[in-house]
């Protein structure tokens, strides 16, 4: 049972230039959500998904794009990056939205330079 | 009020010993609670949930104060493997989702 995977686990990317964190769960979690971890920083709800074909906007969604075509999948798309989206991103699902404990992803560590 | 506040810490204590981290969250409706730990440079996971009642899993303990809008959590007898962050998490959030505290950090010493 993988869990939450993501990939890439690392990346660099240049100003301006675009890519797709992908996060595939094999759970059957209705709920997915995206997150973003500064230093020293709590983690940041970018999106999130309540189930396949619905997403909606977290608290930093600006620079961000994502798609929910199946239960499984849930791609996080940087348009134009910025050196502010300089982070680490993690994906996770639940089950019970936040009734429930969330599984995260092992990340993605990005860089833009 | 931030939405959930923790101290940063670092505690740094001998193994064997008995630490508490504490936990502050503004919103009164929140109805869901848990502790996650995280290791460096790895995701948070899920440590324990915290009920009204409290509740114990082995060396831990985790307590509600839903008047004083506090949780805690009780490491006994701490081992080596501790060290690491851990993180009050509060549900409730705008957006129906968990909201994390920026994590204590815990380094524990031989």
């Known amino acids: 049972n993988a869990g939450v995977t993501q990939t890439p686990k690392f990346r660099i990317l240049k100003i301006g230039q675009s890519m797709t964190l992908q996060c595939t769960q094999d759970?059957?979690?209705?709920?997915m959500y995206w997150y973003r971890q500064d230093p020293g920083m709590g983690l940041k709800l970018i999106y999130y998904?309540?189930?396949?074909?619905?997403?909606d906007k977290g608290e930093v969604p600006n620079g961000y794009n994502v798609s929910r075509s199946t239960t499984e999948d849930f791609p996080l798309r940087l348009e134009l990056a910025a050196p502010s989206q300089t982070s680490v991103y993690f994906c996770?699902?639940?089950?019970?939205?936040?009734?429930?404990?969330?599984?995260f992803g092992s990340g993605t560590r990005l860089t833009v330079v | 009020r931030k939405e959930v506040e923790q101290d940063p810490g670092p505690f740094n204590v001998p193994e064997g010993a008995t630490v508490a981290f504490n936990c502050t969250y503004s919103?009164?409706?929140?109805?869901?609670f848990f502790w996650y730990r995280q290791d460096c440079r790895k995701e948070p996971k899920l440590l324990m949930s915290?009920?009204?009642s409290g509740n114990e899993d082995g060396r831990f303990t985790a307590q509600l104060n839903r008047a004083s809008q506090y949780i805690s959590l009780l490491i006994r007898d701490s081992k080596l493997s501790d060290s690491a962050t851990y993180l009050c998490?509060?549900?409730?959030?705008?957006?129906?989702?968990?909201?994390f505290g920026k994590g204590t950090k815990l380094s524990v010493k031989p």
């Open positions: 996770a699902s639940s089950p019970r939205g936040d009734w429930g404990g969330y599984t």
């Open positions: 759970m059957n979690h209705n709920y």
């Open positions: 998904s309540v189930g396949a074909g619905i997403t």
């Open positions: 919103n009164s409706a929140s109805q869901s």
């Open positions: 915290v009920y009204s």
């Open positions: 998490v509060v549900g409730g959030g705008s957006q129906g989702n968990l909201i």
